[in-house]
């Protein structure tokens, strides 16, 4: 793929089409996209916001570098010096501090969090004796979360009484106060503080590493703290009496930092909030992209910055796409490394671990972790879709025999009727029994996804094998699994009232579904929707009170663009991930966020709010509004079908084997008016597809295709309210008029 990013065309050339109006000659600048990109555009990465608390004199100093610094003082029994650092968005990296003066031997301590909610926890305990009126020390049950300086309470109501900490000892634990109490506590009273002490929100035992980091300087000097994975606040305490003066405080950018000059794909359109939501989840992957040798590592794709910080299968069928789209040949190479890692620990049964280095204290997992059937043939689906947007052959041919083995694994779990029966957890992480529809769905687009495979690089006789099973599977799916009642798909047969999300538009997404039965579905699906997302299903919720997934959302929003329900589409798309792109809210990290409650928000410090599989809409915004997939291996041969909705216009480039594929399309729908202009590689062949009906003019580069409902060049003929033409690869401008 070329690294080159092709222009569509400078505002001077833009063609007067058809009907003799400037179609695209009010879009920006080529180079508006470049505004969105959130990538740092230097490798040491300054705060641009600081709180300070307790004795800090300039504190202002660490986000504009005045050169006077910032002096952090301590006080025993006063409330610790400290300074609450914010990125503006996630970083990643190993925090640093310029000590410019200090006094003593003094400790420093941070902690990092994603949201400004985590980086401080409440005390939250009870008293362990009586304790009279007077008395300046109360015996507690446990000492955590406790800080000097912070408000104390004791009790509830009205006989509640508030201090201030000034002494915790550990054990047995206790606080002294900085007054005597008022009246006498009784013992067991519930015992609250505020703000509470700094606390990390990641997880040392699913990441490998997390929780407070200790600094000691002993000389003024640059002191390096260890890496931290995804945050945007950064709490820096002074922990013991004495003096620090820091002169800056940066993060050195250890994910993949990319800068436009990094991106060989793009994205815009009028839409701002669809801009964003394009460069939050590329941004969000480039978070997850760990070099080689970073904290000992091979070059991969992590799931999330901060947890699990391990490849997942799941999460690698969203990743794959967005890396490839937005980043081309640096994408692809981080895509392959995270797939040989699933072939370097696949079992001799065939199964693929769903996520190779997890790394867990819990019960759960070790490493590698087969989390469950479904996610090893995810595992194969992102081997497939590694080749349909590389065309790199010799790889998945070495690859292929691993393929079947693992797809020979998953056909274990059939029952008489061919469908999916295993007492098995998917990704939101919850036991389905029975014959489960979510199940059979995916292992109907594995078999699919296997047979296109096999026609490209294997055996025809393969190919022909899992079609036909991939055949009666969806057959057996519309036949046993469909409920009437719900109007849409069961979860399972064991469980034939609730009706779930995924699975349904999963059999939306890959034709599944009758058309006659399509509509129903829709509707179905909308009786999930909350103003924040769609939910999993009827009462569903996952082990951690979560209710919305945006893994589950971006297949449904993949799901009704391909039943033509884009208003669909792009509505649920503005609530699930608009939120997550308002600055504005105080969840704001410039990523996507890995789970949801029914009210939009995140109330779990263990929640990611850089999570990979979230990153859908920048696939399908370049895939459905922009339009462009690849129908062969690297886009040898393409389609290019926009789903305008109510969007004026959009633009993009896509990466490919054969270079840079750009398209701009310009709608007018009261005026029946569209137009589009492809930039395809010359090697190619490819569809493109223009919104018409019957009554409309269709002209490819000035001469007519399509007219009074006949189609007269290219192919061209109307299915699905759009007007198909087969072109050759090179430069084309498509116009659509109505009579």
Do not use: C
Not at 632 to 644: F, I, K, L, T
């Amino acid at each position: 793929m070329s690294r080159r990013i092709t222009t569509i065309l400078s505002l001077a050339t833009v063609a007067i089409v058809l009907t003799g109006q400037p179609a695209i000659a009010s879009l920006p600048a080529e180079r508006a996209w470049h505004a969105y990109v959130l990538g740092p555009a230097r490798p040491n990465v300054p705060p641009v916001a600081v709180e300070a608390r307790g004795a800090v004199t300039n504190a202002h100093a660490l986000v504009r570098d005045n050169g006077r610094g910032t002096t952090l003082t301590t006080t025993a029994g006063h409330t610790p010096a400290s300074v609450l650092l914010d990125f503006g968005k996630d970083v990643a990296g190993a925090p640093y501090f310029d000590i410019t003066a200090l006094t003593g031997a003094p400790t420093l301590t941070f902690v990092t969090s994603e949201a400004r909610q985590f980086i401080r926890t409440p005390a939250a305990t009870t008293t362990t004796a009586a304790t009279g009126a007077g008395a300046t020390q109360v015996p507690l049950a446990a000492a955590t979360n406790l800080e000097a300086g912070n408000r104390i309470t004791f009790g509830a109501g009205d006989t509640a009484q508030t201090g201030t900490v000034t002494a915790i000892a550990a054990t047995p634990p206790a606080v002294t106060l900085a007054r005597p109490l008022r009246a006498s506590i009784p013992t067991g009273a519930a015992v609250t503080t505020s703000p509470g002490a700094p606390t990390a929100d990641d997880n040392g035992g699913l990441s490998g590493f997390g929780g407070t980091a200790t600094l000691q300087p002993s000389t003024p000097g640059r002191i390096i703290g260890p890496f931290r994975g995804g945050f945007r606040f950064l709490l820096l305490t002074l922990t013991t009496p004495g003096t620090v003066t820091i002169g800056a405080a940066r993060v050195d950018f250890q994910a993949l930092r990319a800068t436009p000059a990094d991106y060989q794909g793009w994205f815009l359109s009028s839409s701002d909030t669809f801009n964003r939501m394009w460069y939050s989840g590329a941004y969000t992957v480039q978070l997850n992209m760990s070099p080689n040798g970073l904290n000992g590592l091979s070059t991969r794709i992590f799931d999330g910055a901060k947890r699990d910080r391990s490849v997942w299968t799941g999460d690698l069928l969203v990743q794959g796409p967005a890396v490839i789209e937005s980043l081309g040949t640096t994408g692809a190479a981080y895509l392959r490394a995270s797939l040989d890692l699933l072939l370097a620990t696949q079992r001799a049964d065939g199964a693929i671990a769903g996520s190779p280095d997890f790394r867990s204290q819990q019960p759960l997992g070790g490493n590698p972790l087969f989390y469950s059937n479904n996610y090893s043939g995810y595992g194969v689906r992102a081997f497939i879709d590694y080749y349909r947007y590389t065309a790199d052959t010799a790889y998945l041919t070495a690859a292929l025999p691993a393929l079947r083995r693992e797809l020979a694994y998953n056909a274990t779990f059939l029952n008489a009727d061919g469908l999916v029966v295993s007492n098995d957890r998917d990704y939101w992480q919850t036991t389905q029994t029975g014959a489960v529809t979510k199940y059979s769905v995916d292992y109907y687009v594995l078999l699919r996804e296997m047979a296109w495979l096999e026609s490209k690089i294997g055996s025809a006789v393969s190919a022909a094998d899992y079609k036909a099973k991939a055949d009666a599977l969806k057959t057996a799916i519309n036949s046993r699994l469909w409920s009437d009642t719900l109007g849409a798909y069961m979860q399972s047969d064991q469980n034939p009232t609730v009706l779930v999300e995924d699975a349904n538009a999963l059999a939306l997404q890959y034709g599944i579904t009758p058309p006659e039965r399509v509509s129903r579905v829709l509707a179905a699906l909308r009786t999930l929707w909350t103003p924040h997302g769609a939910q999993i299903g009827t009462g569903l919720v996952d082990p951690y009170g979560h209710t919305i997934e945006p893994f589950g959302n971006g297949m449904e929003t993949a799901g009704r663009f391909a039943a033509g329900d884009t208003a669909g589409a792009l509505d649920l798309m503005h609530r699930t991930w608009g939120q997550m792109v308002d600055k504005r809210n105080p969840l704001y990290t410039g990523a996507f966020w890995e789970f949801l409650t029914a009210d939009g928000t995140v109330t779990l410090a263990r929640d990611s709010l850089a999570h990979g599989w979230a990153a859908s809409p920048t696939v399908q915004l370049t895939e459905q509004v922009l339009g462009v997939t690849p129908v062969d291996p690297g886009y040898a041969a393409w389609q290019v079908m926009p789903h305008p909705g109510d969007l004026a216009w959009a633009k993009g480039t896509v990466p490919t084997a054969y270079g840079p594929l750009t398209v701009s399309w310009s709608a007018d729908a009261p005026l029946g008016r569209f137009t589009l202009r492809a930039t395809t590689p010359r090697a190619t062949i490819g569809t493109i597809a223009v919104p018409a009906n019957g009554h409309a003019t269709v002209t490819v580069d000035g001469t007519t295709a399509w007219s009074n409902g006949r189609g007269l060049r290219y192919g061209a003929h109307l299915s699905g309210g759009y007007v198909h033409l087969t072109v050759p690869g090179g430069n084309h401008l498509v116009a659509v008029a109505r009579h």
